[in-house]
């Protein structure tokens, strides 16, 4: 048994593939269109193949590296969360968005996806941090993310994914490799690198990498304080690469690609939603000349870190200017933030778990 998955086999692999069982390349079309839109949910329902080749085929590849946990809905409809499980048993999360437009086809489909089971950066605020680094995702595993969001939606009468964004467990920089590869894969599948967003705590020298890859994709900073002392609280990586250093490699980013680099920042109480952070975060989005996106934080159940009230959110985002904008995180209300919708149900099954156990040891 092959390990390499739909997802992680490029066009030519699954066309080399074809032609060692002695099909024609065209099928390898055949297929990806299938996986792509929804109108197969396994090899044995590809009808216009081959009985042969349908059968020869799950040998040969993989129909996906993971498997269906979990679905939750949230937004009416409009969010849905996923929890994957991987062939040894870690899981990871991806989450499906749709954004409002008046008809479907003109919808965006953003697909957030994990780029590691867990996070080894350790942020106090994000549930994903408390978990430490499991191990990297492969590039296929990225991949079958977007590959599972786009059965759903194709199954369900809509259009394909049209965004990806890295913003689920993980962060992408520190498995760098498999991420790249990802975006070629995803490339081939029809999500163009200017409609990928990489998310980063801010690893330097990998910005600079990233730069060069001569992909046209967008980075967002996750900056979430504006001086040095907060922000190495609530980001230990900001310890090695500090603001300044972080803020000139978007801008060395920026020239490079020319695409706009945004900034990410998590609104805390008390921590780094002062009126002077306001004016600081003001000009280092003026330096970036980007756009901030402020995200009241979703509270995690270790940590007494909260966001602000309402109000002092809008405020804030008014202090900072015309660059910003307040955003709420989809799907909150049903499993609170990305990164947390594992977290919680790690939480609920060992309550379950333990439920058990009290039931069998009852007479
Ligand atoms: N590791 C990368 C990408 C994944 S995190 C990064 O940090 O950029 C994606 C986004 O979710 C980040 O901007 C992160 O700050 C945000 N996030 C994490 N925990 C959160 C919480 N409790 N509430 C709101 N946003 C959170
Ligand atoms: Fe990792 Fe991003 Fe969470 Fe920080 S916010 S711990 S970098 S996933």
Redesign the pocket.
Do not use: N, R
């Given at each position: 048994m092959t390990e390499v998955s739909l997802g992680g086999a490029s066009r030519e692999k699954l066309g080399l593939l074809l032609d060692e069982l002695g099909a024609p390349s065209y099928r390898g079309d055949q297929i990806r269109v299938h996986a792509w839109r929804g109108t197969a949910f396994g090899f044995d329902q590809m009808v216009n193949l081959p009985t042969g080749l349908r059968e020869q085929l799950p040998q040969r590849i993989r129909w996906s590296s993971l498997s269906l946990v979990e679905a939750t809905v949230a937004d009416r409809g409009m969010t849905e969360k996923l929890l994957l499980r991987a062939a040894d048993g870690q899981e990871v999360e991806a989450v499906m968005i749709r954004h409002d437009s008046s008809t479907t086809s003109r919808e965006r489909r953003t697909v957030c996806v994990s780029s590691q089971v867990g996070?080894a950066?350790?942020?106090s605020f994000?549930a994903?941090?408390q978990l430490g680094l499991r191990r990297n995702l492969e590039a296929q595993e990225i991949v079958d993310q977007v590959l599972e969001a786009a059965r759903r939606w194709g199954g369900g009468g809509l259009g394909a994914p049209t965004n990806v964004v890295y913003m689920g467990?993980?962060?992408p920089l520190q498995n760098y490799s498999a991420v790249v590869a990802s975006i070629r894969l995803l490339q081939e599948w029809g999500v163009a690198p200017r409609r990928v967003v990489v998310s980063t705590?801010g690893l330097v020298p990998e910005i600079d990498r990233l730069a060069a890859e001569e992909l046209p994709l967008r980075l967002a900073i996750?900056l979430h304080a504006t001086s040095d002392e907060v922000r190495d609280r609530l980001?230990p990586l900001n310890r090695r690469y500090r603001i300044a250093e972080l803020i000139e490699a978007g801008q060395r980013f920026a020239i490079r690609t020319g695409r706009r680099v945004s900034l990410e920042y998590v609104l805390i109480a008390g921590v780094n939603d002062s009126t002077e952070d306001a004016s600081r975060l003001r000009r280092l989005a003026a330096e970036l000349r980007g756009h901030v996106n402020l995200i009241p934080m979703n509270r995690i159940p270790s940590s007494q870190l909260a966001a602000p009230a309402l109000p002092w959110c809008r405020e804030f985002a008014a202090l900072v200017g015309p660059r910003a904008t307040l955003r709420f995180s989809r799907g909150d209300r049903a499993t609170a933030a990305c990164?947390q919708l594992r977290a919680a149900m790690e939480a609920d099954r060992r309550r379950l778990q333990r439920t058990d156990l009290r039931l069998a040891g009852s007479p």
């Open positions: 996070c950066i350790g942020c994000c994903t941090g467990m993980g962060e705590s996750s980001v990164g």
